[in-house]
């Protein structure tokens, strides 16, 4: 039961409603007994600065940000962690004695997600997709891993390339020459969301592919679907959501919460 030492943290979007995390972090925090509670914020763009004060003058301890506010939130931190700093976006807001630090753990829960499926290390990997996402994930997997990007808008893709990633174009003559050299392939755009569409076409997977997705809805999407009937491994985005979770989860309390019990409930929230 929430009282006066409840502490209070939450995510920030636009729109909101959907969102997984606050059936995740509150059954985290349950089941660690910490007396917290997470809730969802609404917030449009133009009241962002407002609700940052808000998030000062209430003292609320922690936050996600999620679209459309992973960059614009950075004017209103105090200071940024190195990787949230070099790819200009932040999904997590700790609030240390007032300071409010700028994180990213998009990258960090897509590399737990992938070594659910594979070792990392010295990978060739494919990501598509360099929005917000897709340039999270490509700079963190960057740094042990050769990557290369393909993205529908190839100025996006090649903006990477100061990071030591190569960008090109989504085309399928691209799509053909990365594939044959990949050992991981990455859905980082939103196609497949709530669709029966895929960044892929199916007939252009291997089999000793991994491939992962960092869309949940439907949690089979059409890419992964075509990639098991291919006998690839596969992860879906579910897991990246629920590891994100946990790294923002450990940021804000030092406590790692239960992978199961986050998927579990995850899962029971997407219905
Ligand atoms: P997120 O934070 O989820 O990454 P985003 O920053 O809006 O969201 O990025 C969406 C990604 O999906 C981008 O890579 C986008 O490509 P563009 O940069 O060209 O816009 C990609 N995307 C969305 N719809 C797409 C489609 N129909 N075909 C190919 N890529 C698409």
Redesign the pocket.
Known sequence: MADAETRLYGVIGFPVRHSLSPVMHNAAFKALGINAIYLAFEVPPERLGDAMEGVRALGISGLNVT?PH?EAVIHFLDSLSEDSGEIGSVNTVVNRKGKLEGHTTDGLGARRALERAIELGGRRILII??????KAIAYELSKDNEVVVL???PE?AKALERFGIMGEA?NRENLGKYLEWAEVLIN????GMNSWET?VPGEMLRKDLVVMD?VYKPLKTRLLTEAELMGCKTVDGLWMLVYQGIESFKLWTGFKPDEGLMRGAALEGLG
Do not use: D, E, F, Y
């Not at 997709?129 to 897709?134: E, S, T, W």
């Not at 980082?188 to 196609?191: C, G, L």
């Open positions: 679209m992973k997709g360099a929005g917000g996402a897709g993205n529908r808008t996006k989504l980082a755009t939103s196609v960044p960092i």
